[in-house]
């Protein structure tokens, strides 16, 4: 029995030796596979057309300057208006014509008013300009509210520019021997501003 004991102890030692002896190994990597082909590239988009050049504007004209006045809620003997453009200077260099809009219907300033019913004076001074309302005979005339829709003032500097514009009358002249109704605001400035 000794010796089947001694036998089964040497045994379970080299198991134990065999055992502890052998480390596991990795195995051998394998070959990469071949890259695949590329694909083939797409087509470039194509840039679109440049539109075309758009029409220049006619060149704005510094002699001539326009103020338009809300006065559909005026009443009274006058209408004043304010503005810090009309400095003592500005009011010397320019020529001034005042046109009132009177249910779509303009009438020139200084004149008759709607159905000859009236007269209306201008004035300018430094800060303002206006309207004041007469009857015929002189005595002072009240519009009511909503009468005139607009107040609408051409400036035309008589300073630079052309000599046939150097004074409201002269201006006058010229509209008047070119056929400009210079009581219609449209044609008026239209014509200034083209020949300005």
Not at 81 to 91: G, H, R, V
Not at 100 to 109: F, K, L, N, R
Not at 171 to 192: C, F, M, P, Q, R
Request: proline letters at 3%; one cysteine or more.
């Amino acid at each position: 029995m000794k010796t089947v004991t001694k036998i089964l102890k040497t045994v379970i030692v080299i198991f134990i030796l065999v055992l502890t002896s052998c480390s596991a190994e990795d195995g051998i990597d394998g070959v990469d596979g071949l890259n695949g082909e590329p694909g083939i590239a797409g087509v470039d988009g194509q840039d679109g057309a440049d539109g075309e050049d758009g029409q220049d504007g006619e060149d704005g004209n510094p002699n001539i300057q326009t103020f338009t006045f809300d006065m559909s809620t005026e009443s009274g003997e006058r209408a004043q208006f304010s503005s810090t453009a009309f400095t003592i200077d500005f009011i010397k260099n320019n020529a001034v014509l005042w046109y009132v809009d009177a249910s779509g219907v303009t009438y020139q300033a200084p004149g008759i008013g709607p159905f000859g019913e009236f007269q209306i004076r201008t004035f300018i001074q430094p800060g303002f300009t206006g309207l004041i309302f007469h009857n015929f005979d002189g005595s002072s005339y009240s519009i009511s509210e909503g009468r005139f829709s607009e107040l609408r003032v051409i400036f035309i500097d008589i300073t630079t520019g052309s000599s046939k514009f150097n004074s409201k009358d002269a201006i006058l002249e010229e509209l008047k021997n070119n056929g400009v109704d210079s009581s219609n605001y449209e044609e008026t400035l239209a014509y200034l501003i083209k020949t300005q």
